[in-house]
């Protein structure tokens, strides 16, 4: 049984790097559509110009999505509707991608559920890969304190 997922989400402060970024897109097959209005960071391997150099046909920034309010009040997005038409009818996954760590308060899972609503599609948020810590076994936030 494969995975009918074809819309994730990704948020780039949870730990994601660049590479990791490109092989998860490379993995599934997918398109990264660059939610942001402004695609611009403070690390700089996350500006538009480097996320190119990096995806190649694989980034798509797709402005109409941002939030105008990005620096605060409701989320508002600037232009939606072509945007949606497009990744709902692409023929590969999608990943949307932000800034924003925690999906609950970003605009990227109001774009998500615009495509479940609108498409029926189904979404993931996705979280980097955690490295396993040499010897096994919990790490040490779940391991009881005695």
Same mark, same amino acid.
């Given at each position: 049984?494969?995975?009918? &997922? $074809? #819309?994730?989400?990704?948020?780039?402060?949870?730990?994601?790097?660049?590479?990791?970024?490109? *092989? %998860?897109? $490379?993995?599934?097959?997918?398109?990264?559509?660059?939610?942001?209005? /402004?695609?611009?960071?403070? !690390?700089? *391997?996350?500006? !538009? $110009?480097?996320? @190119?150099?990096? #995806?190649?046909?694989?980034?798509? +920034?797709?402005?109409?999505?941002?939030?105008?309010?990005? $620096?605060?009040?409701?989320?508002? #997005? @600037?232009?939606?509707?072509?945007? &949606? *038409?497009?990744?709902?009818?692409?023929? +590969?996954?999608?990943?949307? #991608?932000?800034?924003? =760590?925690?999906?609950?308060?970003?605009?990227?899972?109001? &774009?998500?559920?615009?495509?479940? !609503? @609108? +498409?029926?599609? *189904?979404?993931? +948020?996705?979280?980097?890969? /955690? %490295? /396993?810590?040499? =010897? =096994? =076994?919990?790490?040490?936030?779940?391991?009881?304190?005695?």
């Amino acid at each position: 049984m494969g995975d009918t &997922i $074809k #819309l994730y989400t990704v948020g780039y402060i949870a730990g994601w790097t660049p590479a990791a970024l490109l *092989e %998860k897109a $490379k993995d599934l097959g997918a398109i990264v559509y660059d939610s942001r209005i /402004r695609p611009y960071s403070r !690390q700089p *391997e996350w500006n !538009q $110009k480097a996320l @190119q150099s990096l #995806l190649g046909s694989r980034y798509v +920034h797709a402005d109409g999505l941002g939030n105008v309010n990005y $620096k605060g009040g409701p989320i508002k #997005l @600037q232009n939606p509707a072509p945007w &949606i *038409e497009r990744i709902a009818t692409s023929i +590969h996954p999608v990943i949307l #991608l932000c800034a924003c =760590g925690n999906p609950s308060v970003c605009h990227r899972t109001v &774009i998500a559920d615009m495509l479940k !609503q @609108q +498409h029926g599609m *189904e979404y993931r +948020h996705l979280f980097p890969e /955690r %490295k /396993r810590v040499s =010897g =096994g =076994g919990a790490p040490p936030s779940q391991l009881k304190l005695f």
